[in-house]
């Protein structure tokens, strides 16, 4: 049995949820939590035990010196309360920590378990994968759910993934099948720029999650940082005449595709975000509906996977990637 003790009464509180590792490319989504715990200044109130799901050889502890004393921090998953004030106060129970090595099922009703003394409404899990996608667009994000009615509801794709899957869609399967409504929101990261961090990336899932839960996310710098990581990329790709032909292709792929799609549903939703933003004040500025342009680090271009410094043609779309498919 869980007792949350020292735990306030929540106000319609959402679960929101992201792991290191496999779902979690250019850290995009674990960043975007470990944002939210820091702007609303969540508070830690428990931690799963390291022992019952985690390979210390896969994920090893680290030794660390404080005050002149050697300490270890153990790799797990930590829930804290974050308190959202404004007109609509909302609570949010974030989940961060890195995907389990065994156990996903016990892992998984020990988190719903907290859910449920919390009163949680809605879990939101949030992942990033690679794609064949450039680093000058928006940042492609989907939101799916296993539950047709909040599919309609919320304007999410029903999964219709088969295939592998990480600790994401077996979260969502387990909410499914406990009754919680469920929403998972993936981002597109360029894989020819895949190390972290990427903060257009982050950027994106946060505006998306903001769409979702009807909550004004403070930005604070990573609007800025976004766009310096797309300018330190532009400049990458321009010293390298192959990558700049890649991504050139990459971009009229994509605006191709997405000719059609200055839909007004996508236009309204950046209006009403603006709006949100003008009429909530505070700091953090106005994000563009692409989450913004993007961080200060200097990123290598490669692919990941494979190894190769470059992709020497545009790669064929392949029907069994699972994180490309998994949204």
């Known amino acids: ?93 974030l989940v961060r920590g890195i995907e389990p090595s065994m156990r996903w099922r016990s892992f998984c009703n020990e988190l719903l378990g907290f859910a449920h003394e919390l009163g949680v409404e809605m879990v939101v899990v949030l992942g990033a994968l690679l794609g064949d996608t450039p680093h000058t667009r928006p940042v492609p994000i989907s939101g799916t759910t296993s539950d047709a009615d909040l599919a309609r509801r919320m304007d999410l794709e029903e999964t219709k993934y088969e295939g592998p899957t990480g600790i994401v869609g077996i979260l969502q399967e387990a909410c499914t099948h406990a009754g919680v409504p469920a929403v998972s929101l993936w981002a597109a990261v360029p894989h020819y720029v895949s190390q972290p961090p990427n903060p257009k990336a982050t950027l994106a899932l946060l505006n998306r999650l903001e769409d979702l839960i009807g909550v004004r996310v403070p930005l604070g710098e990573l ?24 991504v050139q292709s990459l971009e009229e ?8 799609e200055a839909s007004g549903e996508a236009i309204a939703r950046e209006f009403e975000r603006y709006l949100r933003r003008r009429d909530g004040g505070g700091p953090g500025g106005h994000a563009t509906a692409d989450g913004g342009e993007g961080p200060a680090g200097t990123p290598f271009l490669r692919d990941n996977p494979s190894g190769r410094s470059r992709p020497s043609r545009p790669p064929k779309p392949s029907g069994d990637d699972e994180e490309s498919s998994e949204d």
């Open 1 to 93: 049995m869980i007792e949350l003790e020292g735990v306030p009464e929540l106000v319609d509180p959402v679960m929101v949820a992201a792991f290191e590792g496999w779902n979690d490319a250019g850290d995009a989504a674990s960043t975007a939590v470990a944002h939210l715990d820091r702007e609303w200044k969540g508070e830690v109130f428990a931690a799963l035990d390291a022992e019952d799901y985690y390979d210390f050889q896969v994920n090893r502890p680290t030794v660390f010196i404080e005050d002149g004393v050697r300490k270890v921090t153990w790799p797990t998953t930590r829930l804290s309360v974050a308190r959202v004030g404004g007109e609509k106060p909302r609570d949010l129970v």
């Open 223 to 246: 609007p800025e940082d976004a766009r310096a990581w797309q300018v330190g990329v532009d400049q990458l790709a321009a010293e390298d005449t192959e990558v700049a032909e890649y």
């Open 253 to 260: 792929a994509r605006d191709t595709a997405e000719l059609p």
